[in-house]
């Protein structure tokens, strides 16, 4: 069943400017991901939090990760137009087993 | 590292024919593969979970007999989409999980559209 929830739906930004998009679950997870999937292709993974972590840095990109919120957000710094994409959180109840994704949030980087 | 290939990654056919879609670990073995499906502008989600040697688990709503999942090898799950429609003209994506002492990783392909016309 669907858990996760993107926040925003939709985002659109100019290059060079960060975009942030949250997302929210419900129960317990063991460990929270973040995907990428430009239109048509399949999935990129871009970084895995574990639930006794905070926050993690990868590149441009940064994840946060509350627990005690059941929130997480994936924050892009000086976007790019190679950016645009959509982008999913999927949690994963116990290491290893199967994800639930949430909607998604298409980001537009406008050049 | 991992690589999941999905075969094909395009595939047309008519209405009331069936297709075959392939997920194989390339450098791994997977005892554990899971099907999703995501319609457009929409998330994925989950059909099913193969799992090597034995039948498949379905989700609630999936119909077993008309997405037929065989794993018959620690390499290779299929799913054939049987007697297809229109309405199951979708993109079709695999994940295969590695084991490892103590890790598992899950790996995804890149997809399948299929266009059911």
């Known amino acids: 069943s669907q858990q996760g929830e993107e926040d925003p739906q939709a985002l659109s930004i100019q290059e060079g400017e960060n975009a942030t998009m949250n997302c929210s679950y419900k129960t317990s997870i063991n460990n929270l991901q973040w995907y990428r999937q430009n239109s048509g292709r399949g999935l990129v993974h871009l970084i895995l939090i574990r639930s006794n972590e905070r926050e993690k840095h990868s590149g441009r990109l940064r994840v946060t990760l509350d627990t005690s919120k059941k929130s997480s957000s994936l924050l892009i710094t000086a976007s790019r137009a190679a950016d645009t994409a959509s982008y999913f959180c999927?949690?994963?109840?116990?290491?290893?087993?199967?994800?639930?994704f949430g909607p998604g949030t298409r980001l537009s980087v406008l050049p | 590292g991992a690589v999941v290939s999905q075969h094909p990654s395009w595939v047309i056919c008519k209405s009331g024919t069936s297709v075959k879609i392939e997920c194989r670990s390339l450098d791994f073995q997977a005892t554990t593969m899971f099907w999703y499906r995501q319609f457009p502008k929409q998330s994925l989600m989950l059909m099913a979970t193969?799992?090597?040697?034995?039948?498949?688990?379905?989700e609630q709503g999936v119909e077993k007999d008309k997405f037929l999942i065989n794993h018959a090898s620690l390499t290779l799950s299929t799913l054939t989409v049987t007697s297809a429609h229109p309405e199951d003209s979708s993109f079709y994506i695999c994940?295969?999980?590695?084991?490892?002492?103590?890790?598992?990783?899950?790996?995804f392909g890149e997809g399948s559209w299929l266009t059911v016309v």
């Open positions: 999927a949690t994963a109840h116990n290491y290893g087993q199967n994800f639930v």
């Open positions: 193969s799992n090597e040697g034995s039948k498949a688990t379905y």
């Open positions: 994940s295969a999980r590695e084991d490892r002492v103590s890790v598992h990783t899950i790996y």
